[in-house]
């Protein structure tokens, strides 16, 4: 898949980023994790990102990532195409970026690098040199340290064919605002604010369609309907889903630290597809909030 054909998939439908089976001694459990795929591709998602953050691609070894890519592209040919989640120093990125090329990936999403301080314009040299180091598609992922205007968009897109899109999990309107002003139909554009379905409808007004869904992990059904209902502008649906799943969820979700993932694996956990615990250094649920999340799930009915 090219790049632009790639940037076409990615500009409809809903996105996800599955989670990564662990077994008991976290090590990487590739039958379970073949499962999950094949038990998420018929739900209709436009395109899966492997080892991302909801995936947690910043606990796995170069190994277990090439591992992870492989059987995520392997299993979903011809189903779903398959971007792979890569970020860290430049270096590094650029290493992820070959593993996935190799493995297959259709593309890649940029997430933001290590946590030393660095200008802005810093941040626009190491997207650079990590795009021209490959052929395929590259995802900008603007959130935490990265977070990138539309001067530096604008430079790096007339440098780079293959940087086809751009994610925005920071929720600042006017720099969002700008960027898909200033870029039109250069990227695609998608939501990636934490619990992405609380922000839609105005994100969708702003001109950026499309959002990564992590409910759509244990909840794939919900996540479709929902949206389903963002795409036909169905605001009874949209408020009825809002106020009886995902407001309440991120409730659950907002009560511990690095709860994004974990909540995630807890969900998929109670609905019969585990996918084991999370790595160090996040943490489980507590007992009472599985229950909380269990009768949320129970609401929704059979996925």
């Not at 408020?239 to 979700?253: A, H």
Request: glycine fraction near 10%.
């Amino acid at each position: 898949m090219s790049p632009q054909e790639l940037k076409t998939v990615l500009s409809s439908g809903l996105l996800s980023f599955p989670i990564t089976d662990f077994d008991e001694n976290l090590e990487f459990n590739r039958d379970s994790y073949i499962q999950r795929l094949e038990w998420l591709a018929p739900y209709g998602a436009s395109a899966l990102f492997a080892a991302g953050g909801t995936g947690e691609g910043f606990s796995l070894s170069l190994d277990e990532y090439a591992d992870v890519i492989r059987t995520a592209v392997d299993t979903c040919k011809g189903k779903v195409p398959i971007l792979a989640g890569i970020g860290g120093n430049t270096r590094q990125a650029i290493q992820m970026g070959k593993i996935a090329q190799e493995c297959g990936a259709a593309g890649v999403m940029l997430m933001p690098h290590y946590l030393t301080e660095a200008s802005q314009d810093g941040v626009m040299h190491h997207v650079d040199h990590v795009c021209r180091a490959l052929s395929i598609g590259v995802v900008v992922y603007n959130r935490n340290v990265c977070e990138l205007n539309a001067d530096h968009m604008e430079y790096l897109a007339e440098r780079n064919p293959n940087l086809i899109g751009f994610k925005d999990g920071i929720g600042k309107i006017e720099l969002m605002a700008g960027i898909r002003r200033r870029m039109g139909d250069r990227l695609t554009y998608l939501g990636g604010l934490p619990t992405a379905e609380i922000y839609a409808a105005a994100y969708r007004a702003l001109g950026v369609p499309v959002y990564s869904s992590a409910a759509f992990n244990f909840v794939p059904r919900t996540a479709m309907e929902f949206y389903n209902a963002i795409a036909s502008g169905d605001l009874e649906t949209q408020n009825r889903l809002l106020d009886d799943f995902f407001l309440p969820y991120v409730k659950i979700r907002n009560r511990g630290e690095g709860y994004g993932v974990s909540i995630v694996k807890a969900g998929a956990r109670l609905v019969g597809h585990s996918a084991g615990p999370v790595r160090p250094p996040l943490s489980e649920l507590t007992g009472e909030e599985e229950e909380m999340l269990l009768e949320l799930i129970q609401k929704q009915g059979a996925q």
